[in-house]
């Protein structure tokens, strides 16, 4: 406005302000003879006073006008609206997704585990028997009599020295004539907890406490006999005598854990709180001795866990990161008549004395096989221990061939049997065939060659799902009609390559199966696209099932779960549609095409029609081998934020993900964070190029590996496709996380300098090209440390990058659920999120 007031034609600058213009000219007025001023010029003022008015009045109602009309033009927009849905109802009065129905279980449908029991017998006399909880009770049943009951323990609770005792957990004896039961249970990390331990006898009703602040406690097969771990040394509890007889160990301490893992092998190798293994019969016990005295120390502190503290409680863990030293492990097998224990030696076959045990079998009475490999698992050894020779051989060793070993627990025993052709003991493993993962048969268990069981282009998962022993059927799990379903097939181990379907590959489904022993009986539950449900099914009965559903084998004896509530729910509201895809990225470095899974959810009410309308909400895991394209059933943030903020939901399975064979996941090794970061933006290229979306609304959301990415792909992108973040619990530089988890895709810091370098979440400013981002951490969390934020933080300070929002949680772990935190962390990226859509970050 100065400008168009200052009409003078010399080059001058006026940097007055308007009020400075009128007072001007009021003093170039007051030149004229005043009796001409007290006619004239009040006339003029007050016709300038009016004309002032109106042009103001005019430019307020141009901008309201500007903020209420959407521009189709939208570099022309300075302040972008966003009207959000109605976040009730659809336009056709169906009920919407919401925080409140998907946290009350609206959409979540009841699922049920059965444990099926053991048995010697054959298949036709194989009754199914599970043991379950039915009203407050612990009984047997059976599949094939519904009429079958047989209580083994009513109530959880039970009565000790005068106090109350809740059961948390019960594993039945293998003769099913006693109870272990485990009370006073107290989480450790993510799956080790410390209890009490007691066992009830049916016969005499009568408890027997074995011990407090146990780790770990297994039946023996003998089913007289527990090995339990106490103080990280094992003993032998017989319920016969009851009392401990046995100390299989008398090291362990905070630096040698024997039979248990310890952090590191609990977290990324074994998955579970177990190291520890009984031989068939009961005869031996081999377990894990783990060595942790040279590795090093991380220390976390907790703030609220005592209301009345003044000082946080230090809790260290020994946490062996990137190209640090790793725990020292062996194997021991311990003779239950010897009462000794003997080592294998396993480290004596690798080069360095670090390496990793991966997985230990049990294949025969007096054979043991143990997975080794090197510390960045490139290369793979199987160890035969004969434990009653005390000899260790080595019977295969295997290159990763430019992949890597992936830690599986896949391995599966057959015995020998004559009258079946199985005339050596052997097992089936998973080795890449022309680049799958695919069945492979080895007999006798020393046997370098094997027998290819299945083949293709596609891959088996989770390895063998069960055996039938009379008839060589081997059942599996597997990618064969899409890497984005899963379907259950067998092949025979005396027709190789001929594979059987067992589950309706005619139609789109995610199944998974468990299997009564002799895999007569199965519960079959389908997780997917369509609303799950489960079932029981005689796979000896040479009846057919007249209305197909899941099955194409087998005879279906009832529905376990048929979820009719979740049904009718899903008719009373509309959960918005996903679409599932494959994306055509454009061409790799060699002129390939790149070809990925992916899905989109579409919100209610779409209209393509719209222009430049739709926000877009990319969701993304990518981490190694992983899979989130997948075609099961569920209904959670991804469509809360469909439905309540009307965006494109948006989840890529990008190069370095799984199930489509290791050309396609082996791509990221020594380079994390590249090539899945490629992939994200090309994906946001491409729906941004969409008219009814707008592109500058595309958003990045990920935690852990996904926040890691999520990291990445702003700090490549540099604001030109995503310009909002959401990075939780994010790795910012794999020197700061643990070894096995981090060397195995990534080899160590030593071997690969520049990799690590890259691979780091390090630029910064470029990241700050964005609009905004937001970074959230719970301090508590003892996967990926809270320093990698820290870290992270302190660059953005060092680089003046201030676009950022943090949260931080107190005393949580990687799950973010410590004190509400769960519903915090989901409440504050839904409303971040929001108020990014809305233009409010572009201030």
């Known amino acids: 406005m100065v400008v168009a007031l200052n009409n003078s034609n010399d080059n001058s600058t006026d940097e007055r302000t308007p009020l400075d213009v009128q007072n001007n000219e009021v003093e170039d007025i007051e030149r004229i003879p005043e009796d001409h001023f007290k006619s004239e010029s009040r006339q003029l003022i007050d016709r300038l006073i009016k004309l002032g008015v109106v042009v103001l009045l005019l430019l307020w109602g141009s901008l309201l006008l500007i903020k209420t009309i959407k521009s189709n033009d939208k570099e022309s927009r300075d302040f972008p609206q966003y009207v959000f849905p109605n976040p009730n109802v659809t336009v056709d009065g169906k009920l919407k997704v919401a925080f409140s129905n998907v946290r009350n279980g609206t959409f979540k449908p009841e699922m049920h585990n059965i444990q099926w029991l053991e048995h010697t017998t054959g298949a036709k006399e194989d009754k199914g028997l599970y043991v379950t909880w039915k009203d407050d009770s612990y009984v047997i049943k059976s599949v094939s009599d519904k009429h079958y009951e047989n209580v083994l323990l009513k109530g959880k609770t039970f009565i000790e020295d005068g106090h109350n005792m809740t059961i948390d957990n019960i594993v039945a004896s293998p003769d099913l004539k006693k109870l272990l039961i485990k009370t006073n249970t107290v989480k450790n990390w993510r799956h080790s907890t410390m209890a009490s331990y007691f066992v009830y006898d049916k016969s005499s009703l009568t408890f027997s406490h074995i011990g407090d602040h146990i780790t770990l406690a297994e039946w023996s097969p003998n089913a007289m006999d527990i090995a339990y771990i106490q103080d990280n040394d094992i003993f032998l509890y017989s319920t016969g005598k009851k009392q401990t007889t046995e100390q299989v160990t008398s090291d362990g301490s905070s630096q040698i854990f024997n039979g248990r893992p310890d952090w590191v092998y609990e977290e990324e190798v074994f998955e579970s709180d177990k190291a520890l293994w009984w031989s068939p019969d009961g005869s031996y016990i081999a377990f894990l001795k783990t060595d942790e005295t040279d590795v090093n ?21 020994k946490y062996p990161k990137s190209g640090q030293s790793n725990p020292l492990v062996d194997l021991y097998v311990y003779s239950i008549n010897d009462k000794t224990s003997f080592p294998g030696h396993t480290s004596k076959y690798f080069q360095d004395s670090d390496n990793l045990i991966t997985e230990v079998i049990w294949v025969g009475k007096d054979s043991v096989i143990a997975k080794v490999s090197d510390r960045s698992q490139d290369l793979l050894k199987v160890l035969e221990i004969d434990a009653n020779k005390r000899t260790t051989e080595v019977t295969r060793i295997e290159s990763s061939q430019g992949g890597w070993w992936e830690v599986t627990h896949d391995t599966f025993y057959i015995p020998r049997n004559q009258k079946y052709d199985r005339a050596e003991n052997g097992y089936i493993d998973i080795l890449p065939i022309n680049g799958f993962n695919h069945l492979v048969y080895f007999s006798p268990i020393n046997s370098t060659k094997s027998l290819i069981l299945t083949k293709g282009n596609w891959e088996v998962v989770n390895g063998v799902a069960a055996f039938d022993y009379d008839t060589n059927r081997v059942y599996f799990i597997s990618t064969k009609k899409s890497s984005t379903e899963r379907h259950l097939y067998y092949v025979k181990l005396d027709r190789p390559g001929v594979v059987h379907k067992v589950t309706d590959t005619s139609e789109d489904g995610v199944f998974s199966a468990t299997f009564s022993s002799s895999a007569r009986f199965m519960l079959l539950t389908c997780s997917g696209p369509k609303v799950p449900y489960q079932k029981i099914v005689d796979l000896g009965s040479s009846q057919k099932d007249k209305h197909i559903e899941g099955n194409v084998l087998g005879e279906t004896l009832y529905y376990l779960k048929k979820n009719e509530k979740l049904i009718e729910s899903t008719e009373l509201y509309k959960i918005p549609s996903k679409k599932f895809n494959e994306l055509n990225l454009g061409k790799d470095a060699n002129g390939d095409d790149i070809i990925v899974n992916s899905f989109e959810i579409l919100p209610n009410d779409f209209d393509r029609n719209l222009k430049n309308h739709y926000p877009v909400f990319f969701y993304a895991y990518g981490g190694p081998n992983s899979q989130q394209v ?56 491409y729906y941004g190029s969409k008219s009814y979306v707008d592109s500058e609304k595309i958003s990045l959301f990920g935690w852990s590996y996904g926040g890691y990415l999520t990291l990445k792909t702003l700090e490549r992108d540099g604001g030109k496709h995503f310009k909002y973040g959401m990075s939780v619990a994010p790795v910012t530089d794999w020197r700061l996380y643990d070894s096995v988890y981090t060397e195995r895709y990534m080899h160590t810091p030593q071997e690969n300098e520049e990799g ?8 910064v400013t470029s990241i700050g090209q964005a609009q905004r981002f937001l970074l959230m951490h719970g301090t508590g969390d003892d996967n990926v440390h809270f320093q990698n934020s820290l870290k992270f933080l302190d660059k953005l300070n060092l680089n003046n990058v201030e676009n950022y929002d943090v949260h931080v949680f107190p005393d949580s772990d990687h799950s973010i659920s410590y004190h509400n935190a769960n519903k915090i962390v989901y409440d504050k990226l839904f409303n971040w ?9 572009l201030l």
């Open 630 to 685: 997948i075609k099961t059933f569920g209904v959670g943030f991804n469509e809360i934020i469909a439905s309540q903020l009307g965006a494109i939901v948006v989840v890529v399975d990008g190069r370095g993900t799984g199930f489509k064979g290791r050309e396609f996941r082996s791509l990221v090794r020594d380079n994390l964070g590249d090539y899945e970061a490629q992939d994200q933006i090309a994906a946001a290229a």
């Open 297 to 317: 120390e991380f220390t976390i502190p907790y703030y609220v866990q005592e209301e009345s503290s003044i000082y946080p409680e230090m809790r260290s863990i």
């Open 833 to 841: 999120i929001k108020h990014a859509y809305l233009g409010v970050y």
């Open 756 to 763: 690590y370098d890259r691979s780091k979440v390090d630029n």
